[in-house]
């Protein structure tokens, strides 16, 4: 392509990406396509001549990108949110079109600093130790791979505790690691949908009794469904008597650490070996971006450094960081800018009133939903901006309809879940363009007769 040709294109998708956001409250928030028609759409031939990429660009826009989920849409309430800040994007379009590469610290010491130093402030916001390490992955999944595979190196293979609210991600990486089933322990959870320091307790004695060497107790701050956040302290104590590595699995919750009323919710996040965040999720970045941080210094270099002899003439010795040494990936785009850039455009105190409020609209989702009992039940309560709830007179089939009818609509979306056996909605409203009149509006429509 000629420079003209470049920036003519360039400007374009500028002026998409920004008219998108000027108009994203009017759009469907999610729309989902026919796979047949959407394959007659975007596939067809191999294009052996070329396609004028204006062309691309506006299929691209209007067929591709629209059937899709708009987690940064205002009324977006399911799963987890994706409220992508723009200063964000702009540090992503920059790693992109520079064709960033952050793997060894002799082929990219400048991103490697930059990717030390996000590591460094998260820590720092989430108040973790100063000798906090991290590494940057494409999720949760990946970032609590690489926690769980740093703990099997420093303490040995043994038995790993969740819970059946612990993301069904996590035992799938515990069984692709490998540890044998009697070694994935998965504990009920009590009636607020926590990890009971007394029921981790009895099943460390058991597998001691047993013969088996209790390895990681994996503890979540924020739990997917209803935001819970397992007793870090109390669990932190038991990791302590019997030097069992702490890992709590802060995808969704943790960034509320950045907040007072969060702070104290996760109280003991401090004491874990290892935490993982999804910036993706609650730290406005565009996807993907996981964050796996490790509170013992040189444990995640000890459990993935490979020195290769093709590699020797790039590698750091001299205490730099290679994060090609601190995960699986070796070849790896830098996660770091967009978050370096939002964090310097914005500053620390924008993103604590972001976060603090999704954990309020939460709260006035409860209130409202108590207002009307006739019509409502809270089943859990506001936690770290989820809240989940029943229709009065709504078993799982209706709820499913429910949701269904509101996604079809367009104005807005949100889960369907089920916790003990019981068929809820669930709300989680971490979008802080999210006004209170979206809140009410929403509960209206859903209310409205089947
Ligand atoms: C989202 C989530 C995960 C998985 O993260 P991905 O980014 O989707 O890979 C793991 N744990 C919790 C608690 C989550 O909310």
Redesign the pocket.
Known sequence: MSADDMRRLGHRVVDMVVDRFERRNTEAVITTGDASDLTTQLGGPLPDAPIDPDTTLDLMAQVALQNMQHGDHPRYFA??PGPASFAAILGEWMGTGFNTICASWGGGSGPAVVETTVCTWVAEMLGLPAQTEGVLL???????LTGFCVARSEIGSGVAYLTDQ??A??PRNLRQMGLPEDHIHILPSDDALRLSADTLQSAIAEDIAASRRPMMVIA?A???NTGATDPLDAIADICARHDIWLHV?????APAAITDQGRATLRGLERADSV?L?P??WFFQPY?L?MCLVTRPGALDRCFSMNPEYLRDVQATDGAVNYGNRSLELSRRSRALKLWMSLRSYGAQAFRGAVADGIALAEFTESHLRSQPETWEVITPAQLGIVCFAHRESDAADHAARAARLAASGFATLSTTTLKDRSALRLCTINPLTTKADIIETLDRLAAPL
Do not use: P
Not at 138 to 144: F, H, Q, R, T, Y
């Open positions: 799963r987890v494409s999720g949760g999944s990946l970032a609590n612990t993301h991600s996590l979540t924020g739990s997917t699995d802060g995808a969704y919750g993982v999804d993706h999720k993907d996981g």
